[in-house]
Structure formats: C-alpha cells, structure tokens
C-alpha cells in the first residue's frame, strides 16, 4: 500500500443529548455520533465512506477536517495529529485539507459573488492579491468547469449543478492536498451527478488529490471509490476494495445493503428489506450495534461480546460470524 496521507485512529465525536446548555444541566445523555472510528487513507487514494442516515459519516468528515472538534482520538495527516494543533499551526494544515459540502445552495453565501466566494480561502491564507487573483480566480473556476463570466454572478442565478462548481472552485482554490466529498450529488439531477463526479475523478488525477467520499448511493460510491468503509452506529462495521466489498461483502450490514440496491431486471425477484430501525445513538445495544437487525446473530455472543475489526479476505470486518468460520 502507498504511503498513508491521513490516518485516522480512534476517532470518537459525542454531542449533548439536550438541546441547551440550562437542560444539559439536568440530562448527562449523549449522542454517540462516532464512536471509535479507525481508517488510513493513501496519497491519491479515494476512500468510500457509506451508511444509512444517521450512521456517522457526515460527523466524521467534520471531524476529520476539524470543523468540529473531536471528543477523543487522533487524526494524523502527514504525520501531524491535527487535533493537537491550534493557531497558526492548525491554519497552515487547514490550506492542505478542503471540504465540499452537500447542498451547495446553504453552503455558498448568497450575498457574494461567486468570485468573493472562491476568493475568501486565498484571501484568509494571504497567498495572493491583485492582477495574480484574478487570474487565479479565472484558472481554478475554469478547472471546475466554469467561465470566467460566472465570477460576477450570484448563486440564486446558477443552476444546482453550477452551484456545486463553484463550490469544487473554493475547495480547490488554495492547492489543497485532500478534500473530504460529503455526499457532493446527493441534490444534483441523475445527468448533473455523472457530470460532478467524472469532474471530481478528472481533478483527482490532473492535481494529484486525495478524497474521503462520503455517500449513501452505492452506485456512486462503487464509480469513483478505490476502497470502501461501510459505517453503521458510528463505527466501522467493514472496509474493503471496492471489488471485494461488491462481490464478497462479509458483513451481513454490508450484505443487506447491496441485496437493497434496485435491479434493472424484471426478472429479478423482490430486493431483500432490512427490517427494524436503526437504535438509538443516545442508548446503541450492547454487543455488536447490528444484532437486533441481523437474521444471521450468534445467540449468546453477539449480543453482549462487541467484535473487533479484524483483518479478512484482504479487508476488514466487524463481525462475530467471521470469526466463527475462521475464513
């Protein structure tokens, strides 16, 4: 494996069950959002990130990037632990580490030009100013796949698409090394998504980027992802090549995923159905999080022994079924 870019090593992000600070006075509860996450990711690597709503991902891109700070774990890019840094330390990385967010219609300002929206990382870090922005502001929205004519418009006069190019513009704006992708189609029209990601795996070669792709389309995260960590509950239930994981998925989360993904087939028999709810993050069961929901759970073991994720098949699962088999 290529040298790790971003290694990330217990990470664990808990939020206040109670809504202000006067009720969390009186309800200690908390949200277990992530929950003890490890995963690495090489130079020009793009790792998969997928799960239900609700499973953790969105938190640990955020996370990881420092938009929100951690509850406990490490986060080691290049060697450095970007939860240790502060100050002008933690500015210097953050030129390295980028995000493109979502819904590109809350997360650009409305009140700015697209050019003052991809201007304002280069002009927090104090790279370059003058005649050498402008020309810079025409480069990086044209490798985003605008015109230059778009610098003096508004968001509300782009489409969705061009919203979120503008978007990639910012991100790529300060040279960074890796950007976190969270779930960057997930509102654009089925034509516009190809276009974005086909724009995302071009970049990711011209500039030598490294991404953690956060989605819940698996159709989508199969296209552009080299490897595969599927999230359930806020931990890492399996990780994977992109191929092993879609052939030979291990765990029976993993395996209820993909027998839900529809079939272009008429013939294909109904998709399999994964029953019951997702548990509460606040109060998750014992054991491994999944066996209230697994038809294949191991009486007596999985619902009191939590699994550790242990190498297989040249990946990694979470799962008391493997360790079982011994395969």
């Known amino acids: 494996m290529a040298e790790a870019l971003l290694e990330v090593r217990g990470l664990v992000k808990y939020f ?17 959002a992530v929950d003890g996450v490890d995963f690495s990711i090489s130079r020009g690597e793009t790792l998969g990130l997928v799960g239900e709503s609700g499973s953790g991902k969105t938190t640990t891109g955020r996370v990881v990037t420092r938009l929100i700070e951690p509850t406990a774990g490490q986060v080691l890019f290049d060697g450095q632990d970007l939860v240790r840094l502060r100050g002008k330390a933690l500015k210097a990385v953050r030129k390295r580490i980028q995000m493109i967010f979502q819904d590109p219609s809350s997360s650009l300002n409305r009140r700015k030009t697209v050019g003052q929206i991809v201007a304002e990382p280069i002009r927090i870090h104090g790279l370059i100013k003058g005649q050498a922005l402008q020309a810079r502001l025409a480069e990086v929205v044209g490798l985003a796949g605008l015109s230059p004519k778009f610098l003096n418009r508004y968001p509300h006069e782009l489409s969705g698409g061009q919203r979120q190019r503008v978007g990639i513009a910012r991100a790529l704006a300060v040279e960074p090394e890796f950007i976190v992708c969270d779930e960057p189609v997930t509102a654009l029209d089925v034509s516009i998504q190809a276009q974005i990601l086909n724009l995302l795996m071009d970049l990711q070669e011209e ?22 960590a599927v999230m359930y509950l806020g931990k890492v239930v399996e990780l994977a090549e992109v191929d092993t994981l879609f052939s030979r998925p291990r765990h029976p989360y993993t395996q209820a995923l993909l027998a839900a993904v529809p079939r272009p087939d008429p013939r294909a028999g109904k998709r399999q159905v994964l029953h019951g709810e997702v548990p509460s993050p606040i109060a998750p069961p014992p054991g491994c999080r999944f066996h209230p929901r697994c038809g294949r759970r191991i009486e007596g073991v999985c619902e009191v022994e939590e699994p550790p994720l242990v190498e297989a098949d040249g990946g990694q699962v979470a799962c008391h079924l493997y360790a079982k088999e011994g395969n």
């Not at 980027?209 to 595969?228: G, M, N, P």
């Open 16 to 32: 206040p069950a109670a809504a202000d600070w006067f009720a969390q006075l009186f309800d200690r509860r908390v949200i277990r």
């Open 207 to 228: 500039l030598s980027l490294t991404y953690l792709f956060i989605a819940h389309d698996l159709s989508v995260v199969r296209h552009v992802s080299h490897r595969v």
